[in-house]
């Protein structure tokens, strides 16, 4: 876990690798030796900018493109002022021509769609996917379907999730958020169940979330920490169930 902090992982990130709660990977390190601080900001900092250095070619053919910084670094998910000081460091006079050139041609293109055309696209590209699409998703399908496109949406609108709520959609930060809300102590008990009932044997934290994943049915793991307690407190639970059958007939 020092290491990994080190490292620049947040604490979050940690307690997943390890199926234990933030507050127990806090606690840990607090008993043998939190690094210092700043190193792990500087650390942070690193991984933020190798990144954003990962995908410096996708960011500036968004940037060329005429998607604003914060445009393309939720597009890409990545850190919005990283973002913008990789494009102010990297840059070139031809990018910015083409950015130019761009919001020229966006801004006359933009005046063909009107705003419920625009929604409509991105209400369409939903229905294809079978869920909310994100901006770099609607991207790729708006080249493919030859929708408005994604610049054009972004400049229009300000941000992605304006399109996706004026579209009468839900973002999935806030989804996430709302599905979390649903799950009570006694609905996350059932839940686990039913994936060891379908697995055969009870889950460590990893294979529960590759077994949830993409199922609305079932809660996130955080969630079941977040009301049940720590992975080991769930399984060791899960466990007794299991075993007492066998304990009672003895």
């Keep these: 876990m020092i290491v990994l902090r080190e490292q620049g992982k947040s604490l979050d990130e940690i307690a997943l690798g390890f199926g234990v709660s933030r507050e127990r990977v806090r ?97 369409s590209v939903a229905q294809r996917l079978g869920r909310v699409p994100t ?14 496109s994604l610049p054009t949406v972004v400049n229009r609108m300000g941000r992605w999730t304006n399109a996706i709520r004026g579209a009468g959609l839900v973002p999935a930060h806030t989804a996430a958020h709302a599905r979390a809300r649903r799950w009570t102590a006694e609905s996350c008990w059932h839940a686990i169940r039913v994936v060891v009932a379908e697995l055969g044997e009870i889950p ?10 993409g199922r609305r049915d079932l809660p996130s793991s955080a969630t079941l920490r977040n009301r049940l307690g720590r992975w080991s407190q769930i399984t060791g639970r899960l466990i007794g169930e299991r075993d007492a059958p066998y304990t009672d007939a003895a």
Excluded: F, M
């Design 27 to 123: 606690q840990i390190l607090h008993e043998h030796g939190t690094p210092d601080p700043r190193k792990v900001a500087a650390a942070r900092r690193r991984r933020v900018e190798q990144e954003v250095e990962a995908q410096l070619p996708a960011l500036l053919a968004l940037w060329r493109a005429g998607a604003a910084a914060g445009s393309a670094a939720e597009a890409l998910g990545l850190q919005v002022t990283a973002c913008r000081n990789a494009i102010a460091r990297a840059a070139t006079d031809a990018d910015r021509d083409a950015r130019r050139l761009s919001l020229a041609g966006d801004r006359a293109i933009a005046k063909t769609y009107s705003d419920q055309d625009i929604l409509t696209a991105v209400t």
């Design 135 to 148: 901006a770099k998703e609607y991207g790729a399908q708006a080249r493919e379907l030859e929708l408005p």
């Design 204 to 213: 460590t934290v990893v294979a529960y979330d590759r077994h949830a994943a």
